[in-house]
């Protein structure tokens, strides 16, 4: 993105052309009537002080076709955003410095797939997404070209009208961020040579901090399998870093719509019966973790026809309501993260490259063309065309090529079979927990732990998706790809996925932490996001007997720290034992600090930069102690910090890296490189060293780069409560935190419910950025439900009127 900021640097300013958002168009009149074409009857869309819209409808088609217009309205340019990434169109706008992300989805074929499911939609399915296009279709018809979004207008094009594709196009931009797994198949090859028990360690499965939703741990856990019979036994150099490349490609990609997530970990939910609460029906909390982007990737909406009353958050481009409440039930989603992606070593003929080896012998490979525009200068919309040839054999597409081994990739994702088009359709109108389940039962996107209340009193849980059952193995490592062995051979029946209908305890807790005990009988995956979040979670629940919304509001805002107090608590009797702790003034402040120190990662916390520093440190001589420096860079596994908890409080010496005489010189080494980073990076001046000037939440802008036109898209950072990672995560990820919900089924309008930035994504409207200073405070605001809370909050109405 940078090669383009000095060109871009040439156009002209363009915000005194700048479109009024749907808000804005209504001025400080209290009403306004808009003739649009596509309506069958009139429809009324209210907004309060956040902007929020608060659609009435008499039918579903003019329901979603107000819904598809408004969002439009706010978030035109985002939604162009997303499906340009998706189809791997970023080119013909930003020119060759997003050509290989294209090459990268257009190698997937999300385009291809998107249309498939849209042809085999049930009718029903495919009139919500047309009705939806035709109300953004019919917003873009409206605008002059002077009164398009900035980011139009600067980057000189125009929306092309949105189809039924768009919407399902978006939904694979999900599933990359949350089910994307191949990378680690290779990783675990390139360690198949470790002996058992250290790959066991470095990839834990299980910790003593797990907090299990469903089952328990009858027998020992699985631990990741070696490689059986490894086609050459290796993975070169080259191979680990292009695999460093392609996640640094997929990362900007997502990063720059808002969608990307570390380690598929992405979110914490919470439900309690009404014996945990004050009101003595169930409350519920969700607030899903991803990359922080201006605009937010959620948008907040109320939609209301016959048969259906629903509010909550969705994403620009998606009909209906995808994290929220009807006027019955309320749902929340956190990621499960399964495995549902797995390689395939295809063995290609030497005398024609286009031969693949299959069980029944040797066939042809499907070769897609395709042909990506790409701009040639940022001042003129001209383009050249890039050409590339995807291969797809039986199995998927190749998407990676070295030391003479192509790899296929078989995924949930690209199979239309396997995706419907429903959506949220159904869910958005279930009334109890028999409804809810019938629903999700049809749920196709990535698999997600969906946590359940409703006003009756009940709780529950399902985790919903779909995963699928290999013939043998478990897909862990790249299969033989000319051999049935990793042939799918069904998938895990609806009835058998992990679920909960008021449990005993009154209690379920996700956070992406392993959801399954032992002794469930069906392979989800070993890569599971660290247990902290939701130990600490399931801590602060049982502190308090009767909960309220305040209480929740707390846990949510929550920053201790469970890994870096461990930590601390460690390093400090270390460091008091070394004998430099005697002679160092520095050292014996530091130890006292620690000593003294509560685990919290709040803004203002001396203790906690020096603290992630030294973890940091710790954790990155382990790893290199034990793989090696180059192999070390592939390493990705979110939970082996638990084994370094284990590492730390039990000091084992063959994990004890060389050079070291002793763990208490290693703590010293790793003490002396935090004070030289945090020297380097936030100077020398140690007042200064404090975990919001070292961690800042940041809320970038594809044009924020940009001189002088990219002011306008600019969010001045802020400092930083909580972390997602560094020192291991806390409940209040910080900057990751995209929207936090808080449903109250005792009286639906006290349920809070807000987003990071705003509804807008117009820099000059008034709700760019105004649930920011909310969202820093954790006081998401009541979000009114019921006729008379929306009659009360509205500030402006808006009347569509069929033309």
């Known amino acids: 993105m940078h090669r383009f900021v000095t060109l871009l640097s040439v156009v002209l300013f363009a915000t005194t052309c700048l479109p009024l958002t749907f808000a804005q168009q209504t001025g400080t009149a209290e009403s306004q009537a808009v003739q649009v074409q596509g309506l069958r009857e009139p429809v009324v869309v209210r907004r309060d002080e956040r902007g929020i819209p608060y659609i009435t409808a008499r039918n579903d088609e003019d329901l979603y076709f107000a819904q598809g217009y408004a969002t439009a309205a706010d978030r035109l340019w985002q939604m162009d955003l997303l499906r340009r990434t998706a189809r791997g169109e970023l080119a013909e706008i930003f020119g060759n410095p997003t050509l290989e992300e294209d090459k990268r989805h257009r190698t997937f074929g999300f385009t291809q797939t998107a249309d498939a499911e849209v042809a085999q939609a049930s009718p029903a399915a495919r009139a919500i997404l047309e009705a939806y296009a035709r109300g953004v279709n019919a917003y873009i018809a409206g605008l002059e070209p002077k009164s398009l979004p900035p980011e139009f207008l600067i980057l000189q094009f125009q929306p092309r009208p949105w189809t039924p594709s768009d919407s399902l196009v978006v939904v694979k931009l999900f599933f990359e961020s949350l089910s994307n797994t191949w990378r680690l198949d290779v990783m675990r090859e390139a360690f198949a040579d470790l002996p058992a028990e250290k790959r066991e360690a470095l990839m834990p499965v299980a910790s003593p901090l797990d907090v299990l939703v469903v089952g328990n741990d009858t027998r020992k856990t699985a631990v990741v399998r070696p490689l059986s019979s490894p086609p050459d036994g290796t993975v070169s150099v080259d191979t680990l870093r292009f695999l460093e490349e392609d996640e640094d490609r997929m990362s900007r990609s997502l990063a720059r719509v808002g969608l990307a997530a570390e380690n598929l970990a992405a979110s914490n939910n919470w439900v309690v019966s009404g014996k945990h609460t004050a009101s003595?029906?169930?409350?519920?909390?969700?607030?899903?973790?991803?990359?922080p982007s201006a605009p937010a990737i959620w948008y907040q909406i109320h939609l209301n026809a016959p048969g259906v009353r629903v509010a909550g958050v969705t994403a620009a481009g998606l009909p209906g309501v995808i994290i929220g409440h009807n006027d019955r039930i309320a749902w929340g989603f956190t990621n499960v993260g399964p495995d549902v992606q797995d390689l395939y070593i295809e063995k290609f003929d030497p005398s024609n490259p286009r031969r693949y080896m299959t069980p029944t012998g040797w066939q042809d490979a499907e070769i897609r063309h395709e042909e990506i525009k790409v701009r040639k200068v940022l001042t003129d919309s001209a383009t050249d065309n890039v050409a590339i040839d995807v291969m797809v054999?039986?199995?998927?597409?190749?998407?990676?090529?070295?030391d003479s081994k192509r790899y296929a990739l078989r995924w949930t994702a690209l199979d239309p079979k396997l995706n419907n088009a429903t959506g949220v359709f159904q869910l958005n109108r279930a009334r109890n927990w028999r409804e809810f389940t019938a629903a999700v039962r049809g749920y196709t996107p990535p698999m997600q732990n969906m946590v359940y209340a409703d006003v009756d009193g009940h709780i529950?849980?399902?985790?919903?998706?779909?995963?699928?059952?290999?013939?043998?193995?478990d897909g862990s490592v790249p299969y033989d790809g000319s051999k049935d062995d990793g042939d799918w051979v069904s998938f895990i029946p609806f009835d058998k996925l992990p679920h909960l209908y008021d449990p005993p305890s009154g209690m379920v807790v996700t956070a992406n932490q392993r959801i399954v005990g032992s002794d469930y009988q069906h392979f989800l995956t070993y890569s599971w996001a660290q247990p902290y979040?939701?130990?600490?979670i399931l801590d602060l629940l049982n502190e308090k007997k009767k909960m309220t919304a305040n209480d929740f509001r707390a846990i949510l805002g929550d920053t201790y720290s469970i890994a870096a107090a461990t930590f601390t608590r460690e390093a400090a009797k270390n460091l008091k034992g070394h004998p430099t702790s005697q002679t160092n003034e520095k050292l014996k402040e530091t130890i006292a600090a620690f000593e003294g120190w509560d685990g919290h990662l709040n803004a203002e916390s001396r203790v906690a930069p020096l603290a992630a520093q030294m973890r940091l440190a710790f954790r990155s001589r382990i790893i290199n102690g034990a793989l090696g420096p180059e192999r070390a860079r592939l390493f990705a596994w979110s939970n082996f910090d638990t084994t370094l908890d284990r590492i730390i409080t039990t000091q084992p010496s063959d994990w004890l890296p060389s050079g070291f005489k002793s763990y208490a010189d290693l703590?010293?080494?790793?003490?002396?490189?935090?004070?030289?980073?945090?020297?380097?990076?936030l100077g020398a001046d140690e007042t200064k060293w404090v975990w919001g000037e070292m961690v800042k939440a940041r809320f970038p802008h594809p044009l924020a780069v940009a001189p002088l036109v990219g002011l306008q898209f600019t969010v001045p950072p802020v400092p930083q409560n909580g972390t997602g990672g560094l020192a291991g995560a806390t409940v209040n990820v910080g900057a990751a935190v995209s929207m936090r919900l808080i449903a109250d089924p005792s009286d639906w309008d006290l349920s809070q419910h807000g987003i990071s930035l705003g509804q807008s994504g117009i820099p000059t409207s008034p709700h760019w950025i105004d649930q920011l200073p909310d969202w820093r405070a954790v006081t998401p605001r009541t979000f009114p439900f019921t006729d008379p809370a929306i009659e009360k909050a509205t500030k402006r109405t808006v009347l569509l009127q069929p033309k």
Request: hydrophobic share 30%.
């Open 460 to 473: 529950g849980y399902y985790a919903a998706g779909m995963v699928p059952i290999r013939k043998s193995g």
């Open 667 to 681: 703590y010293l080494a790793c003490y002396e490189e935090g004070r030289q980073t945090l020297t380097k990076s």
């Open 393 to 402: 054999t039986r199995h998927g597409p190749i998407v990676l090529e070295k």
């Open 533 to 536: 979040r939701a130990r600490r």
């Open 280 to 291: 003595g029906k169930p409350l519920l909390a969700n607030d899903p973790h991803l990359a």
